[in-house]
Each structure stands twice: as structure tokens, then as C-alpha cells.
């Protein structure tokens, strides 16, 4: 079955360190990725996509991910996190034909530490 | 884009129950999807509506716990119907744009008392 799978529940980072947040999806044909960012009582915010070209993708606040298909991965990064960047994030697929269900995997919650 | 509006932004509602929830999004659009997202849980898919034809439900959801409508190509409902305290949740409803992305109304939360 198609999965996303996000391995780290739960991250702790200092305010200005980097971050890279992990996704890896399930094996098959190259699916459309996404991260999306959910702040606490807020609705889901897109923060960059990818559907082919070029294998970095950049995004909004200052995020970037890259797509690795030997991995199959698609890793959220941003070099200097800053407080309010504390959210839940989560990636998501969508693979190939017609029902184009988007299929989220369980999130990442990121605390940042003055 | 699109901008997708929900209604009721929140409602807290009696066991046994029943729940409209509305989505209406500012320019047609050929799939919608209803989402739902259990308290520290991410998202899950119940079900594809689509204008002119019966929704498509995922493993786990059913019909006539949650029947939808979709009369036009701008506009859905979801009904949680006899609802119990597990069905609270924050229900979400999205639009694929063909060509770019999914975009997701505001959510509705709901508590079941």
C-alpha cells in the first residue's frame, strides 16, 4: 500500500539552528510531494511542493526540500530556525491517476528552544 | 488558488447527534475531498466527493455514518451522523487545483459530548 513515513514525532531545535525534517514515501512511480506546515489552532499552510525538474525545490519561510529518489525521500530543511516556526509539519504524496488522493503521513511536531 | 470556506468553524454537539458541516470554495472545481483529523493525529481521508456522482469513501468510513452531498461544483457537505465523543475531531475539506496543489478550508472542530 502507498505510505508516507515520517520518523521523528517529535523535534527539539534551538532558535537559529538548522533543522532537516525526514519523509520518505512508499516505492512506485515518482508521486507529487508536499510539505505542509499546521500552527497550533490554524488550518494547513502549504510550504512547497515538488512534482518533477529540479530535485531542490524552494519554499515559503525560508524552507527548502530536496527529492531523492534512490532514497525515496523528500527531506523539509531550513538553515536557521526561528520561534515562530514551532508548528506541526507534514508531508504528504500524491500518486499517480485519477483519484489524486492526497495521503499525509503522521507529522512532525517541532518545539524551538530560545 | 483557490479559498475554501467551512461552516460552522466549531460546534459542540450532544451524543446521538447529527452535523452538517458545509464547504463552499470560490471557483468550480471537478474533486473535492473531506478530511478528518482526530485530536494529535494527522489527516485522514474519508471520503472524494464528486458533482454528479456518488462519493468515493476510504477503509473505515461508510456512507451512512458519514453521507455527503455534491450538487454543484463549488459546494459540499459532510454529515457526521449519530455522533459519539470518537468523532471528535477537526473535519477538513480541500480542493485539488489541477496543475498545482491541494488547498484545505480553515477545518471545522468538532466536540461530541
Known amino acids: 500500500a502507498q505510505s508516507v513515513t515520517q520518523p521523528d514525532i517529535h523535534i527539539t531545535v534551538s532558535e537559529g539552528a538548522s533543522l532537516e525534517l525526514r519523509c520518505n514515501y512508499s516505492?512506485?512511480?515518482?508521486?507529487?510531494l508536499f510539505w505542509y506546515v499546521q500552527s497550533p489552532g490554524q488550518g494547513l499552510q502549504l510550504l512547497l511542493k515538488y512534482f518533477s525538474g529540479d530535485t531542490l525545490v524552494q519554499g515559503i519561510k525560508g524552507f527548502e526540500a530536496e527529492f531523492k529518489r534512490s532514497q525515496s525521500s523528500f527531506n523539509l530543511r531550513k538553515p536557521s530556525v526561528h520561534w515562530s516556526d514551532a508548528a506541526e509539519y507534514f508531508c504528504a504524496v500524491v500518486y499517480g491517476g485519477a483519484t489524486n488522493k492526497l495521503i499525509f503521513g503522521t507529522g512532525t511536531l517541532l518545539a524551538v528552544q530560545p | 488558488s483557490a479559498v475554501i470556506s467551512q461552516k460552522p468553524s466549531r460546534d459542540i454537539c450532544q451524543r446521538g447527534t447529527s452535523l452538517t458541516i458545509q464547504c463552499q470554495v470560490d471557483s468550480q472545481v471537478t474533486m473535492m475531498f473531506w478530511y478528518r483529523q482526530q485530536p494529535g493525529q494527522s489527516l485522514t481521508l474519508i471520503a472524494t466527493?464528486?458533482?454528479?456522482?456518488?462519493?468515493?469513501?476510504e477503509s473505515g468510513f461508510v456512507i451512512d455514518k458519514f453521507p455527503i452531498s455534491r450538487p454543484n461544483l463549488t459546494f459540499s457537505t459532510l454529515t457526521v451522523s449519530n455522533m459519539s465523543p470518537e468523532d471528535s475531531s477537526i473535519y477538513l475539506c480541500s480542493v485539488w487545483v489541477i496543475q498545482e496543489t491541494q488547498y484545505f478550508g480553515p477545518g471545522t472542530r468538532l466536540l461530541v459530548l
Open positions: 516505492y512506485g512511480a515518482t508521486p507529487y
Open positions: 466527493a464528486n458533482q454528479g456522482s456518488e462519493a468515493t469513501y
